[in-house]
């Protein structure tokens, strides 16, 4: 029971050694260098051939009446109507693929041209040698999307080819090449030395739709409110050609501009269209007044109204002023009523100078509506969501107009009636007057609102050509786009970092998860929880298939080194036993394969070796492996299986003796494989065998069935005085060295002690073929032949 509570206590302790698993790290030291240089390496490559990308910058300055702008959401999509241009309505702007469009096709940045070196290929913007002169239509040459390269062949000629269509031809320069449905020419830059176009490496045009351009651009162009500052735009791009970067985004800047100035133009036209038409109609007006004046007098005989007229005229004046302002104002609502009926929907309203019932900022917001659908009509069609938004807010602006106009006219036409009570009171006070002078009045009075309404149309006709001559920015460029000099893309620093970096983490990781997924046992140090019960006398080390497996006579290789340490190990735990007669030592393992044969003839000839008798028994009846070391004399037909089922077999029929002269070692092969072998080890015939040879030889070794396999060593265990376990390194799991512990904890196995054979010692800090790093090897003395020597060694085997 205490021994059962020792283990337990044992399996509790950590065996975690640090400089243990430090080691399995630094013994693959050459693959982590290879693969730390591998990715310096891929790292210096990939900053040497990448083609580096720069940051473009800009600062535009809005100007205008922001302050008044507003953003009123439309929709639960995100999208927003922009009733005024607002800094986000500017914004929508720039980005606006109608004018990215313009941009992209007056800079001719659809057509690029790279020049294809040993590596890498690079932009050639604006130095290219060549230069393509298209002799199509705009209109075609934007659509297109192809792929051009140019190799000249001399000063004159030069070859192009097409891989997509397989075209490959010489042409001259200057000829006119006709390629599918458009027609180009190919000149040489102009100002070049003599011979540059002959010297030049091969061009690459690329010729791509200006749609395609400009909606990479928009997806590159970075736009951005510039710090805290409300009125100012920062404009970023990023890509490989810096020069072709700042073209764009000042030609940006300038479009931007003139279409900003574009719109306010074109309200001012629709203005002073609008007043030349009343113009024209108060003149006709106008005329016919003053010929119903002249009528009126000629009709009358009269040049003029009485003196006493005079007097009474100064007391309606108030009223008279009054109803003139109102009468004007009706017809200007009139004029507006009628433009808006009489005209197509969604046209800019003329600003007529209504200063009555709000209808002014109506006209006002009802304008900027308008120009705000026709920008969004450049881009798409009457069924984009945003253009349906603003159809829909014209429609309601349109009608809330009517029903202003109407109600403003109910109004004045309110206050007209009581001007007129007011004037019909005077004008009884005055009823002296001769009739005349009220039919004179009325006349002169309609004279007066056609003079006044055209002098007023007049002046509105020149305010609004002083705006269309005069009209100011919308935007001012406070900083012309400039290049960063240190490049975006790639960070070269990092890029190298971080190669060597991942060069070293990946060997890591590759031993981390194989050491993870490896749960074989490969040194001793791995034996530490089993040696804690176990003893552990020595380690064999891994046999070439070219070398000798079993040990000769005065043999100085490490294999026989190796056994005589283990031999020098197991005689301490024979101090203490019986001296009167030989030790039984059985060998064995947890499975097949692992090497017990191997140990039990080589551990039987080392014994031998030092003048000791001894007898090797092969009780692996069911799969005997003996027979395959050595040379058995034919004088012992007769094996083990044949001993323990026959009773008239004696114990000097199964001995035999190897052939081999030196090293004398007695053998008891297997035998025949018997169908019941668990019963055959069972019978005393085993146990005589064994007390019979211990009075003869010194030691006699017993190689037994593996005992997780079977049962049959587990049966013979106690005829044992010592327990060899074997466990092969590279070959036996992990988790199979409990099973001998637990045998020791239940008693099945009698002294046992562990061999750890087939040690690669070349993994680890021990000499790649002699022992432990100690400076000297097992051969004591042995000189260590030169590389050289080695060499011609080989060389002269080979002959």
Sequence with gaps: MEELNDFNEEREESNFDLKAELFKYVSYWKWILFGFLVGGLIAYLYNRYTIPKYKTESTLQLTGDEESSAISPAGGKGLFTLLNDGLQNHVEKLRSKQLVESVVDELNHNISYFIEGNVITTESYKTSPILIEFITTDSIINSLSRNLVVTPTSDTTFKLEEEASGYSKNHSIGEVIKLDDFEFTILPKSGGEEGTFRKSNSVNIQIR??????????????????????????????????????????????????????????????TTAFIQERLEMITVELDSVESGIADFKKSNQIMSVGGGASIAQGKFTQAENEIFKIETQLQLISSIE???????????????????????????????????????????????????????????LRENLFQNIESTRRSLKVRLGELNQRENLAQGQFSNFPGLEKGMRSIERQQQIKEQLYLFLLQRREEAAISFAATASVARVVDTAFTNNEPVDPKPWLILVGGFLIGLIIPILIIFLKNLLDTKIHHKGELSGLTKHIPFIGEVPRVGKEQNQRIELNDRTPLAESFRILRTNLAYLFQNKNKDRGEVIFVTSTIKGEGKTFVSYNMARTLASTGKKVLLVGADIRNPKLHRYGEISDTAPKGLSDYLYDLDVTENEIISVEKEAGIKVDMVLSGPIPPNPAELLMNDRLESLLEYAA???????????????????LLISPLADTTLYVVRSDFTDKKMLDFPKEL???????????????????????????GYSYGYGYGYGVDKDSRWQRIKNKMSGSK
Excluded: C
């Design 209 to 270: 739709p200006v749609q395609a351009v400009a909606a990479n651009y928009i997806s590159l162009l970075e736009i951005s409110q510039k710090g805290k500052a409300t009125d100012m735009l920062s404009l970023s791009i990023t890509q490989a050609s810096s020069k072709k970067s700042e073209d764009f985004l000042n030609k940006l800047m300038q479009r931007f501009n003139e279409e900003g100035i574009k719109d306010k133009q074109e309200v001012a036209e629709n």
């Design 338 to 396: 009628k433009y808006l009926l009489n005209n197509e929907p969604y046209r800019l309203l003329p600003d007529a100078g209504v200063t009555e019932g709000g209808i002014a900022g109506l006209v006002s917001s009802y304008n900027s509506l308008v120009l705000e659908r026709n920008r969004y009509l450049k881009e798409g069609t009457e069924r984009n969501p945003v253009v349906e938004t603003i159809t829909t807010q014209l429609d309601s």
């Design 695 to 713: 009075q003869i030889y010194d030691f006699v070794l017993v190689d037994t069935a593996p005992t997780m396999i079977v049962t049959d060593t």
């Design 744 to 770: 020791k904890q239940q008693g099945k196995l009698k002294s046992p002690a562990i061999i750890l054979n087939d040690v690669d010692y070349s993994k680890f800090s021990y000499g790649a073929n002699y």
